[in-house]
């Protein structure tokens, strides 16, 4: 069955919400306004005002709250209209929701999702097309992951509604439209594995999220030039799976990765040093990164586009690797 | 919305007035050895004593249930204390021992106890507020008659969390009482330096918050108060909202100098000791004789040498235990 990646996300939370009376959804617009990326389209209707909340605009004290209900015994499902307004709440996620268990010494746990869209590409400016997943990635305490697939859309939420703990599901805004064919059946996914979406053996493209496409398209114009690459979506940025990304690097010995944030202290870093620490004498090539242009997003759609990771600059990255000489 | 200062409430009896009493002298006795054993480097980190405020504390958590939920802040033992959890649980912990409340890994400004419903312990100024909205929150969509009780200072109000917070508290009517502990100073900025209306129930009261101001100094005045708010929020009528007026005797925290302040301006608090001041009620209505009195006290520091001894016993959690409890631990292998 096709499905858009939106419709995917609808469909998690109308199961969630059919299944279990704790769950709710709260936060700003997502009732009568029917979400602002329209994921909630139709559901106040369906479940109620209570159950599907809209909130003030206010991310920490939502947000806040949401954990404090989380720690009542409800299951909230928040979501925070997009990874630049959840600056306002980062004390609430960071030092109550992500510290809790620990400060407690394993007494309060925080059964919170939180669902925010991420990513640039629609000529938002600066202020609106942040890519932070690596700063929520950074803190023990949090589970990040980052759906690229409508199998992952349906099935994560599903899986981090069951963690006991605060799981940060990010959302690509320019994955809403995109369709996606559904194999699963709706069933909880694995959160925590790495997936291999193209089997490869010249060189491994490691990446989450928006570009998982970005790097599959680059897969498919490598081949045309002769270059057998491996594509490895991520999935979860905390925890890591490192073993599925060093074994494919082991195989590849070339690694290039993509990173939908700036490159100094991104994702990108974390995986080319673990891959230096686990893999480094696998290593035919210096490892590259292909990431957004260290710069706060512009507004036209040139230098928009030509800030953000492009197809090209990946095929350009691994044939440097794999072809350094041509 | 808002009331004037509740005035002298109505009399109690002898049992009553000892266990309030008790109660104050217990929170008093516990920080006072506490300075102690900071001195004596027993105690590390962090130290904020509550000294002086006691009688908001006793008032508000007597007026509860032992299912009712309670958020504090970083000056937070007297409220742990009078919340059920013992002086034990809460002295190993600031020794950082595995037998503290919270395994020694929160110390002074993070006491827990989910049996208690004690949650926390939160030492980022105005940061134990959404939570307590959340909490209410759940309670009501779970249809559950318990109350959630926030305790927070006077600086907490500059924070732009207490307003989300009241909003949504008024918004969505949640059974929460909201304790302002105005001891007139955020940290060392005095209150009328850091606030343009500094009534600060006021700002509740504009969310349309039931607000009042009541003397802090008074533990009958604070538990008459508390006991007719909690009432009214079990009755389903939304969440309260208390100033109370009160003073801190000592220092913010235990590397604080002081410059900030009077001495005369704490001398002139002092006399009105929330002890100093239920004693002396009691005393001239033939409630307390002498010899009670030094019973109830010794009743108090008896406890504290029991909690300092068992704190001194006490054993430190294994260095390979300390990356427990980042995540929940499976079932299986707790």
Redesign the interface.
């Known amino acids: 069955m096709t499905i858009t990646y939106r419709e995917a996300l609808r469909t998690a939370i109308e199961e969630a919400l059919r299944r279990d009376d704790?769950v709710?959804l709260m936060g700003e617009d997502v009732g009568y306004y029917g979400g602002t990326f329209a994921v909630s389209k139709g559901l106040v209707e369906e479940f109620g005002e209570?159950r599907i909340r809209d909130?003030?605009l206010?991310e920490?004290?939502?947000?806040?709250?949401?954990?404090?209900?989380?720690?009542?015994?409800?299951r909230p499902i928040i979501e925070v209209m997009t990874v630049n307004f959840s600056l306002l709440a980062l004390?609430?996620i960071l030092?109550?929701a992500a510290t809790?268990?620990?400060?407690?010494?394993?007494?309060?746990?925080v059964p919170v999702v939180i669902r925010m869209a991420t990513g640039a590409g629609r000529q938002l400016g600066a202020q609106h097309s942040l890519s932070l997943e690596n700063w929520y990635a950074h803190i023990?305490?949090l589970?990040v992951v980052v759906p690229a697939t409508v199998d992952d859309a349906r099935g994560m939420l599903w899986t981090a509604l069951e963690d006991?703990?605060p799981v940060v599901l990010f959302e690509h805004a320019g994955l809403y439209n995109r369709e996606g064919e559904l194999t699963l059946d709706g069933e909880p996914v694995d959160l925590h594995r790495a997936a291999i979406r193209r089997a490869g053996t010249d060189i491994s493209l490691i990446t989450y999220g928006f570009h998982l496409f970005t790097c599959l398209d680059a897969a498919e114009e490598l081949a045309q030039r002769g270059v057998d690459a491996e594509v490895v979506e991520l999935r979860s940025l905390r925890p890591l799976d490192t073993e599925t990304f060093i074994d494919s690097v082991r195989k590849t010995g070339r690694a290039v990765v993509v990173d939908d944030g700036w490159k100094t202290g991104g994702i990108g870093a974390e995986i080319g040093m673990q891959i230096v620490e686990e893999a480094f004498f696998h290593l035919d090539a210096p490892i590259r990164r292909v990431c957004r242009a260290e710069v706060p997003m512009p507004y036209a759609a040139h230098l928009e586009q030509a800030a953000l990771p492009q197809v090209d600059d990946v095929v350009e990255a691994a044939l440097h690797l794999v072809k350094p000489h041509v | 919305m808002t009331e004037k200062p509740q005035a002298r409430v109505e009399n109690i009896d002898r049992d009553r007035g000892h266990y309030l009493l008790h109660q104050m002298l217990r929170i008093r006795r516990l920080e006072e050895r506490c300075a102690d054993l900071y001195a004596q480097t027993k105690i590390r980190g962090f130290l904020h004593l509550y000294i002086g405020e006691e009688a908001v504390a006793v008032g508000v958590i007597d007026a509860l249930r032992d299912d009712d939920a309670v958020l504090g802040t970083y000056r937070e033992h007297g409220h742990a204390l009078m919340k059920g959890m013992s002086a034990e649980s809460i002295m190993a912990e600031m020794y950082g021992n595995v037998e503290g409340c919270s395994m020694g890994r929160g110390g002074s400004m993070h006491l827990f106890s989910k049996e208690h419903r004690f949650f926390g312990g939160h030492a980022i100024v105005g940061a134990g507020l959404p939570p307590t909205v959340g909490l209410a929150l759940a309670d009501k969509m779970l249809g559950r008659d318990r109350v959630t009780v926030g305790f927070f200072g006077d600086g907490s109000v500059a924070e732009g969390e207490f307003h989300e917070s009241m909003n949504l508290a008024a918004l969505w009517q949640v059974p929460a009482l909201f304790c302002c502990e105005n001891n007139l100073y955020a940290m060392g900025t005095a209150l009328d330096r850091h606030q343009s209306q500094p009534d600060l129930h006021l700002k509740a009261a504009s969310y349309g918050i039931p607000s009042i101001q009541v003397d802090g100094m008074d533990v009958l005045a604070v538990s008459h108060a508390a006991r007719r708010a909690v009432a009214a929020i079990r009755d389903g009528s939304g969440p309260q909202f208390i100033e109370f007026l009160t003073y801190r005797f000592r220092a913010h925290s235990m590397f604080d100098p002081e410059l900030y302040r009077d001495k005369a301006e704490v001398e002139k608090w002092k006399e009105r000791d929330p002890i100093k001041n239920l004693t002396t009620y009691l005393r001239e209505r033939d409630l307390l004789t002498e010899q009670e009195y030094d019973e109830l006290d010794q009743s108090a520091r008896q406890e504290v040498e029991r909690a300092v001894e068992f704190a001194e016993k006490g054993s430190l959690e294994p260095v390979e235990d300390l990356l427990r409890f980042v995540y929940s631990e499976p079932e299986e292998d707790r």
């Open positions: 704790r709710f209570d909130v003030p206010s920490s004290g939502f947000v806040g709250a949401g954990i404090g209900a989380a720690m009542g015994g409800m004390d609430q030092n109550t809790m268990l620990h400060m407690s010494g394993g007494q309060f746990n023990p305490g589970k006991p703990d």
